[in-house]
């Protein structure tokens, strides 16, 4: 095992490797490997040919998918995947605060910005060219 490691920890220098939206990436392979998996083998015993090629279809999926986690994962462009990570993990934040934050953005120069939710009609100032907008939270 001592060589296989040497080499596995050689190889990945200089690798992305895993982060978080490849964990999720891969939790959604193989969730869509499963599914193609109950839909091929009901699809077979069943008289239900589509339920057979929407298995087929969704083998396809999650052979592309785990082509992609890999690509990923042995990607040396380690910018360009810090990047894709950091746009997935905005998109997160900003879904896991919907209840609570209103996200608008500036009509004037597009800045993005976050008002509480439920405080009715405000006036809200935005911070990079100080224009004022009045919206509903």
Known sequence: MGKFQTWLVNFMQGRYG????????????????L???????????????LLYAVGNIANLASTLGIIL??????SRNIPARMAENE????????????????????PHCKQEMRV???KG???????????????RS
């Open 18 to 33: 895993f982060d978080e939206l490849n964990r999720r990436l891969t939790t959604v392979v193989i969730v869509v490997l």
């Open 35 to 49: 599914a193609s998996i109950v839909c091929t083998v009901v699809g077979r015993v069943t008289p239900l040919g």
């Open 69 to 74: 986690v890999f690509f990923r994962a042995f």
């Open 87 to 106: 746009r997935f993990m905005k998109k997160e934040r900003r879904a896991a605060n919907k209840k609570e934050y209103k996200y608008l953005s500036c």
């Open 116 to 118: 509480p939710r439920g």
């Open 121 to 135: 009609k405000i006036a809200v100032k935005c911070p990079k060219c100080g224009e004022s907008t009045i919206t």
